[in-house]
């Protein structure tokens, strides 16, 4: 393949590729640490006091707090549904089954602005307040295509008589699940829950119908700096985004040893 015109075109359009989509973000991280008040690049130097005022300021880390709230709630929330979604599917034959189960991918498929729209005036029809169960119900729904695709492709690959035998040794229904099948199905449930928390967490379009002043999330927040008064601490909010978008689900992954993203695949 070295030396072939066409193989050197692809390489250089692979890097042009991860040149576009990973520039703005060092962009952003290095800017984070310039200590001037405007943002310049490359940095005029290496300060961290736009981070120290981060950590110092109650709306910006109350924004931060929420978003691991409505995060953490809704990759809970769509691991338990997204399960119990792909076991009923895998398992049991269930009438329309293909077209039920293509519906689960609509909010993979429809604007976040639709699906903001169409649960707002849901939720309040129903006379639900705008509050953390208001926001998980709806990041639940926009990531629960995300489980239960990775759970389901979990059951497809699941050798059935591994439950067969632990039923024959004497295991009820329930012991053969949490000891046989919930192991073996882990890697792709956790990688849907990981997912689900990343996307989450960096959920913008339609949270901006659902959130109030005391629910504000981490990018309705920086949205709105950035619209009324643009500080430095916007590009070190902007990093820490990243980084738990981002670094801490790959750390994680290695850490655990589980690689769940890449046995889920």
Do not use: C
């Amino acid at each position: 393949m070295r030396g072939n015109p066409l193989w050197t075109a692809i390489k250089a359009t692979t890097a042009i590729v991860y040149l576009f989509l990973l520039a703005p973000l060092i962009v952003v991280v290095a800017v984070s640490f310039n200590p001037t008040q405007f943002a310049t690049f490359p940095p005029a130097g290496f300060s961290l006091e736009w981070y120290v005022e981060f950590f110092t300021h109650d709306r910006m880390l109350g924004s931060l707090f929420n978003s691991f709230v409505v995060a953490g709630g809704s990759a809970i929330v769509a691991g338990v549904v997204g399960l119990i979604s792909a076991l009923g599917f895998v398992r049991y034959d269930i009438r329309w089954k293909n077209v039920l189960s293509s519906l689960l991918f609509l909010p993979m498929i429809i604007s976040p602005v639709v699906i903001g729209v169409a649960l707002t005036m849901f939720l309040t029809r129903i006379g639900m307040e705008r509050n953390y169960l208001y926001l998980i119900v709806g990041h639940s729904t926009l990531v629960l295509p995300y489980v239960f695709v990775t759970v389901r492709a979990q059951l497809y690959r699941f050798d059935q008589e591994l439950e067969e035998a632990a039923r024959t040794l004497g295991a009820n229904e329930l012991e053969t699940f949490v000891e046989v099948t919930l192991p073996l199905i882990m890697p792709g449930l956790g990688a849907g829950m990981l997912l689900a928390f990343v996307i989450s967490f960096g959920e913008f379009t339609a949270t901006q119908f659902w959130v109030q002043p005391q629910t504000t999330t981490a990018p309705i927040e920086i949205y709105t700096m950035v619209r009324t008064s643009l500080t430095p601490m916007i590009n070190a909010m902007a990093t820490m985004l990243i980084v738990v978008t981002v670094v801490v689900p790959l750390v994680l992954d290695a850490v655990l040893g589980k690689n769940l993203i890449l046995k889920s695949a």
